[in-house]
């Protein structure tokens, strides 16, 4: 499958018309001119994009963004292309906010032992309960940096992640009980309101009252097997 035919498909699944694929087109040739990848590797990436439920307009202002995650983070263009897509999709972003997205991943790659790649896995396990929330991604990525940091990654911070908010803002069982005895109604507001960061700092500190010992039985109250460690983790940066 060459270039054209690559193009003539990214307009089939995207319903482009004569304008948009001129758009299209235009932004191919000028990415494959500018970057290290070739015009049918853009075109590919696009046809990612689209296979993603991206319409051509969101295509032709997302493909530098995308382009620049793969180059940053060595990455294929497709691999890029689905990563941030898949964000887009999970917290609704607008056609515009790739680079909301790739500055986001970017910031965690730089700053933590989580890679791109990582990251984008463990959005696909807690990028929608973080939008049901409201938390931003770039919150959620703060998150996501600290734990690693400690060597939680991927798949496994997804699922943790994932553990610590639907206990928390549920509030039931034993999570429940450790929010009221443990003084944690605020943080917890705070969490449930889209204000992740401001609410695990506000837990930090109840944390750093508590001796090792009930930090452990308080974390496991709070986040079951599943996300005490990942909760430690934050608790203790």
């Given at each position: 499958?060459?270039?054209e035919q690559?193009?003539k498909?990214?307009g089939?699944?995207?319903?482009a018309?004569?304008?948009?694929f001129a758009?299209?087109t235009k932004?191919?040739?000028?990415?494959?001119a500018?970057?290290?990848?070739?015009?049918?590797?853009?075109a590919e990436?696009?046809?990612w994009m689209?296979q993603?439920?991206q319409?051509?307009?969101?295509?032709?202002?997302?493909m530098?963004?995308v382009t620049n995650l793969a180059?940053?983070g060595?990455?294929?263009?497709?691999?890029?292309?689905?990563?941030?897509?898949s964000?887009?999709n999970?917290?609704?972003l607008n056609?515009g906010?790739?680079t909301?997205?790739?500055d986001a991943?970017?910031r965690?790659a730089?700053?933590?032992?989580?890679t791109?790649?990582?990251?984008?896995k463990?959005?696909?396990y807690?990028?929608g309960?973080?939008?049901n929330?409201?938390?931003?991604?770039?919150?959620?990525g703060?998150?996501?940096g600290?734990?690693g940091?400690n060597?939680?990654?991927?798949?496994?911070?997804?699922?943790?992640l994932?553990?610590?908010?639907?206990?928390l803002?549920?509030?039931t069982?034993?999570?429940?009980?450790?929010?009221?005895?443990y003084?944690?109604e605020?943080?917890?507001?705070?969490?449930?309101?889209g204000?992740l960061?401001e609410?695990?700092?506000?837990?930090?500190?109840?944390?750093?009252?508590l001796?090792?010992?009930?930090k452990?039985?308080v974390?496991?109250?709070?986040a079951?097997a599943?996300?005490m460690?990942?909760?430690?983790a934050?608790?203790?940066?």
């Amino acid at each position: 499958v060459n270039y054209e035919q690559i193009m003539k498909q990214v307009g089939a699944i995207t319903q482009a018309d004569s304008y948009e694929f001129a758009e299209l087109t235009k932004v191919a040739e000028e990415l494959g001119a500018k970057s290290i990848f070739t015009q049918e590797e853009i075109a590919e990436g696009m046809q990612w994009m689209a296979q993603n439920g991206q319409k051509a307009n969101a295509i032709v202002r997302n493909m530098e963004a995308v382009t620049n995650l793969a180059t940053v983070g060595n990455l294929d263009l497709a691999d890029s292309a689905r990563i941030v897509s898949s964000a887009m999709n999970q917290f609704q972003l607008n056609a515009g906010d790739a680079t909301r997205v790739v500055d986001a991943m970017n910031r965690v790659a730089l700053t933590s032992g989580a890679t791109i790649e990582s990251y984008g896995k463990t959005l696909e396990y807690v990028g929608g309960v973080a939008h049901n929330l409201n938390i931003p991604i770039e919150e959620l990525g703060v998150a996501v940096g600290i734990l690693g940091k400690n060597a939680i990654t991927g798949s496994k911070a997804g699922t943790s992640l994932r553990a610590v908010l639907n206990r928390l803002t549920t509030g039931t069982g034993q999570a429940g009980k450790a929010i009221k005895q443990y003084g944690l109604e605020t943080a917890v507001a705070q969490i449930k309101s889209g204000h992740l960061t401001e609410g695990l700092m506000m837990m930090a500190d109840k944390f750093d009252t508590l001796t090792d010992s009930q930090k452990q039985t308080v974390a496991y109250m709070l986040a079951g097997a599943t996300g005490m460690n990942a909760l430690l983790a934050i608790m203790n940066q």
